[in-house]
């Protein structure tokens, strides 16, 4: 069964400051998504990963791959409060045929504070 | 505008009183999935359906059910609900293939659920 572990869990930084969310997962795959949803809300695509040294940045947040040690990293620079949400990462793995399926972290809670 | 449209947004009902969860997407996806959201235990994947006709188990199946007669709908069905089943429920779509046609899943706005 895949699992797939997030790191921190919970993650309170100030304004301005650096910070690393890692996604480790248990079983090969080359096909990784993250998300954010804010509270009350829907999830949001951020980032797709499809192979083994994949680097993908948006604004502050940049998402890279490493199949071969089964992680992900979303790295936040300079954080500033609209960051705040959880992120939420999500592997795909074949599932039989061309069948995938998607399993997810159990998601970062990140709060950037003033 | 492309989206995944579920409803109803929030439902309270009584334990045993069957009721249907519906989505509906307008991208011509392939692919369509449930999940369920708790505190603490992330989104698990409740069923997923390849194409018409087509639907699997995800991880946690007991007491739901699913049916894709149309490529565009994929109601989630709670025959007897129990408290158990309260939760946070997304519907989720996508362009399924392999490799570089990878999509992500685009989600509906959520369904909540309360079985009492």
């Known amino acids: 069964e895949l699992k797939v572990e997030q790191n921190p869990l919970f993650l309170s930084m100030q304004e301005g400051k650096n910070y690393t969310i890692y996604c480790n997962y248990s079983t090969t795959s080359d096909r990784l998504y993250w998300y954010r949803q804010d509270p009350g809300k829907s999830l949001e695509s951020l980032f797709v990963?499809?192979?083994?040294?994949a680097v993908k940045q948006e604004g502050r947040l940049m998402a890279s791959l490493d199949t071969k040690a089964r992680l992900s990293t979303l790295h936040i620079t300079a954080a500033v409060h609209d960051l705040s949400a959880t992120y939420f990462c999500a592997v795909d793995v074949p599932s039989g045929g061309s069948n995938y399926k998607l399993t997810f972290g159990k998601g970062t809670l990140l709060t950037v504070n003033p | 505008e492309a989206q995944v449209t579920q409803n109803p947004r929030y439902l309270i009902t009584v334990t045993g009183k069957k009721l249907t969860v519906t989505c509906s997407q307008n991208?011509?996806?392939?692919?369509m999935s449930w999940y369920r959201q708790d505190p603490g235990l992330g989104l698990r994947q409740i069923y997923y359906s390849m194409n018409v006709e087509v639907t699997d188990k995800g991880d946690v199946p007991e007491g739901y059910k699913v049916s894709r007669k149309e490529k565009r709908n994929f109601p989630l069905i709670l025959e007897s609900p129990s408290p158990n089943q309260t939760s946070l429920y997304f519907c989720?779509?996508?362009?399924?293939?392999?490799?570089?046609?990878?999509?992500?899943?685009?989600f509906g706005d959520g369904t909540r659920l309360s079985i009492l």
């Open positions: 990963l499809l192979s083994n040294g």
């Open positions: 989720a779509s996508s362009r399924q293939g392999a490799g570089m046609w990878s999509q992500p899943q685009h």
């Open positions: 991208m011509n996806h392939e692919y």
